[in-house]
């Protein structure tokens, strides 16, 4: 079935250091792909998403660049800061899917 | 803007109490789901309505009954809460009906201890 397999955490950061989150996937056609973020004490919300081959997802500094050929989704960002201390599910919709496959989360800490 | 909204933000019970946790979104969405989220497991649907009117069960629907009181609320019940339900639950909502494409918005969670 379809699954989602992400970098275990938690990641720590100095501010301003690159950040690399690895998701890769596991589905049958062509899914669409999703980060999204949880700030403490609130609940999800998308970051970015990419929906075919080759389609780069950003926002707020983050990308994510939808790989079919290595099945991956890796979420980077060049400069990180303490506002970007969060928890990062990346997540799959397959085709004909009435659901979102979530990975396991990456908390990630940055460090002034 | 509210969003979603859920209640309570924490609940600790006993095994064997029922409860409810209600759901509610003010951004006129059709579609809404109930999530558990546990260490190292990511988030699971439980339940999942399309409509107004429909439910349907997700990956884990065991232990759990969904309700889909009109348009805005959707509430998640536990009849004979078990040490295994303990978790962080979300409601969340998406418009129009769910497709592929399509962002989830999502409450700020409750946090449910079963002892």
């Known amino acids: 079935g379809d699954s989602v397999t992400q970098m275990e955490g938690p990641v720590t950061l100095s501010e301003e250091a690159f950040l690399t989150i690895n998701c890769t996937y596991t589905?049958?056609?062509?899914?669409?792909l999703f980060w999204y973020v949880q700030y403490p004490g609130e609940g999800l919300q998308l970051l970015l998403k990419?929906?075919?081959?080759?389609d780069k997802g950003s926002n707020k500094g983050f990308e994510a660049t939808y790989r079919k050929e290595t099945t991956s989704f890796h979420l980077e960002k060049g400069s990180v800061q303490v506002s970007d201390s969060a928890v990062y599910f990346c997540?799959?919709?397959?085709?004909?899917?009435?659901?979102?496959?979530f990975g396991t989360g990456t908390r990630l800490t940055v460090i002034p | 803007n509210a969003g979603v909204t859920q209640t309570p933000k924490f609940q600790v019970l006993k095994t064997g109490q029922s409860m409810t946790l209600q759901c509610a979104q003010d951004?006129?969405?059709?579609?809404m789901y109930w999530y558990r989220q546990d260490p190292g497991m990511g988030l699971r649907l439980i339940y999942y309505?399309?409509?107004?009117?429909?439910?349907d069960k997700g990956e884990v629907p065991n232990g759990y009954n969904v309700s889909r009181l009109n348009k805005r609320e959707f509430s998640l019940r536990l009849e004979s809460a078990a040490p295994s339900q303990t978790s962080v639950y979300f409601c969340?909502?998406?418009?129009?009906?769910?497709?592929?494409?399509?962002?989830?918005?999502f409450g700020s969670g409750t946090q449910l201890s079963v002892l």
């Open positions: 969340a909502s998406s418009y129009p009906r769910w497709s592929r494409n399509e962002k989830l918005f």
């Open positions: 589905a049958t056609g062509y899914p669409s």
């Open positions: 990419a929906t075919k081959a080759d």
């Open positions: 997540a799959l919709s397959g085709t004909g899917a009435n659901n979102l496959f």
């Open positions: 951004m006129n969405h059709n579609s």
């Open positions: 309505s399309a409509s107004e009117g429909t439910t």
